[in-house]
């Protein structure tokens, strides 16, 4: 039995079964209420968005032709069959109703896409994105990737978020059980936090049904405030040991039907400046599974 779900069963069980499937990351040209002025400008002291969606097409490629290419480059390289046009890049529902619907049905065009994830943080979710996106999830496969990081606003505060927990769960309430997935995505090694604060973030999600988790450690990006921070000794990343530990603390309280896209992070090796170990996704599982195995426990043991 697998001490964890990888993402790979939820797609099975959303009618996937055989079909190799993959999100290919498409810059829809937002951007980002931390960046534009309307709640800051510095953005989070870890953000650099091209370190989080390093094959993301140019905003200025039509979204037909990121796909296009991102398909070719995956279907060579993984042998996928089809793909989830995946708007990763700044906050993907922060734009007009009308430039959100045409943007994802552009994408929902593609003849190869099965689906789309949006991901994008809780204050920019309202009553008529959660509408449009009921209304299309009628229509296709969707999934809208929120982002909390931390349920402690002092730590949302120390890393310049610019929204609190309660924010995450207004936009939770609007969107639990309106026909389309919901992934959370959290941070662990966040600036003051350890892992009570894992244990806590993990548990306070239970008040709502989700399908989809991504978890990974904070790292540091150049030219970002956190790399000034850790160049300074102010910030030192979580040792791989440490992250192992919170990530099982954090699985054991997620339940057993949620997704895990992802355990660690993905950066680029010429942005990324520490913790190096993010990167070796196989060392990281391979001491995940460890870690349950000496613990006699999965992923939702203690929901
Ligand atoms: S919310 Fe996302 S895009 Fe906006 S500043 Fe933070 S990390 Fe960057």
């Not at 049905?105 to 003849?111: G, N, Y």
Request: hydrophobic share 35%.
């Amino acid at each position: 039995m697998n001490v964890y779900t990888p993402y790979a069963q939820i797609l099975r069980d959303r009618g996937f079964a055989g079909i190799r499937v993959r999100k290919v990351a498409l810059n829809g040209g937002f951007t980002c209420p931390n960046l534009d002025g309307s709640k800051g400008r510095g953005g989070c002291t870890y953000c650099d968005n091209r370190s989080f969606s390093p094959v993301a097409g140019s905003r200025s490629v039509p979204i037909l032709n990121q796909l296009d290419q991102g398909i070719s480059y995956f279907k060579v390289k993984c042998r996928t069959e089809r793909f989830i046009a995946y708007f990763q890049t700044f906050s993907g529902t922060y734009a007009s109703i009308p430039r959100l619907r045409d943007l994802y049905l552009q994408a929902m065009s593609h003849p190869e896409v099965v689906g789309i994830s949006i991901s994008t943080r809780p204050d920019c979710i309202n009553a008529e994105v959660v509408d449009l996106l009921e209304e299309l999830g009628k229509k296709f496969f969707l999934t809208l990737e929120l982002g909390l990081q931390s349920s402690f606003d002092e730590t949302l505060h120390r890393v310049n978020r610019l929204h609190t927990f309660d924010d995450f769960a207004r936009a939770m309430d609007l969107c639990s059980g309106r026909g389309f997935d919901l992934c959370v995505h959290v941070i662990l090694g966040l600036p003051g936090e350890s892992s009570g604060h894992y244990r806590h973030t993990a548990s306070s999600l239970n008040q709502w049904s989700y399908h989809s988790v991504k978890i990974h450690p904070l790292h540091v990006v150049k030219g970002t405030v956190l790399a000034s921070q850790h160049a300074r000794g102010e910030y030192n990343p979580l040792e791989c040991g440490e992250y192992i530990e919170g990530l099982v603390d954090f699985l054991e309280r997620v339940p057993a039907s949620v997704g895990v896209q992802r355990f660690t992070a993905d950066a680029p090796p010429e942005m990324l400046v520490a913790p190096q170990w993010c990167r070796d996704k196989a060392g990281v599982l391979n001491a995940m599974k460890k870690e349950f195995q000496r613990r006699g426990s999965r992923q939702g043991f203690l929901v």
